[in-house]
């Protein structure tokens, strides 16, 4: 880590591990303290906002990427549009059911926020096997939006989340 900015140093002390969260053999990376540091939050914030480029929206993945993805938003002067769990959105755009590490998952697009031809951003707080990232990607795809980059906060290395995702152009924060 020594090649890291200081304050990036500073954030990865604040991420917790916890073992066997939320089953056994499952290694937790908790963000809890980065968001609780004003300091940290605005470190994070500040960096995934450099990385949308040419973006004209930020789309952050349930749950903590929303809270990654809209900080950045912010930050860059972007709209957000939240990727939910299913049966969570009043009016569905697409919906995509996906293998996790430890089950599967279904996230869903709201309705009438992403349009054809839209470059977006999309942003969660870590990068594992990659199941998410690439359901969320497929689901503005399918809205006809285009996926210009993906930024998490932490990638877990040696997982192949990174290779499924394509040609999108991944960025992480911190990787372990």
Same mark, same amino acid.
């Given at each position: 880590m020594s090649e890291l900015d200081p304050d990036l140093v500073r954030v990865r002390g604040l991420v917790r591990d916890v073992p066997d969260h939320p089953q056994p053999g499952v290694l937790f990376r908790d963000i809890t303290p980065v968001l609780a540091d004003a300091e940290a939050f605005t470190t994070v914030a500040t960096e995934l906002a450099s990385l949308v480029g040419a973006a004209r929206l930020v789309a952050g993945i349930e749950a903590r990427g929303f809270l990654l993805g809209s #900080?950045?938003?912010?930050?860059? @002067?972007?709209? *957000?549009?939240? +990727?939910?769990?299913?049966?969570?959105?009043?009016?569905? %755009? &697409?919906?995509?059911?996906?293998?996790?590490?430890?089950?599967?998952?279904?996230?869903?697009?709201? #309705?009438?926020?992403?349009?054809? @031809?839209?470059? *977006?951003?999309? +942003?969660?707080?870590?990068?594992?096997?990659?199941?998410? %990232? &690439?359901?969320?990607?497929d689901l503005v795809a399918s809205a006809g939006g285009r996926v210009i980059g993906f930024g998490v906060l932490l990638e877990i290395d040696g997982l192949g989340g990174r290779e499924r995702l394509g040609d999108v152009p991944v960025h992480a924060l911190l990787t372990v």
């Open positions: #900080a950045a938003a912010l930050v860059a @002067g972007l709209g *957000v549009v939240p +990727v939910r769990k299913a049966g969570k959105l009043p009016k569905v %755009a &697409a919906s995509r059911t996906y293998q996790l590490e430890y089950g599967t998952a279904t996230l869903e697009l709201p #309705a009438d926020t992403v349009e054809p @031809g839209t470059d *977006v951003f999309l +942003v969660d707080d870590v990068l594992a096997t990659g199941g998410t %990232a &690439a359901a969320a990607c």
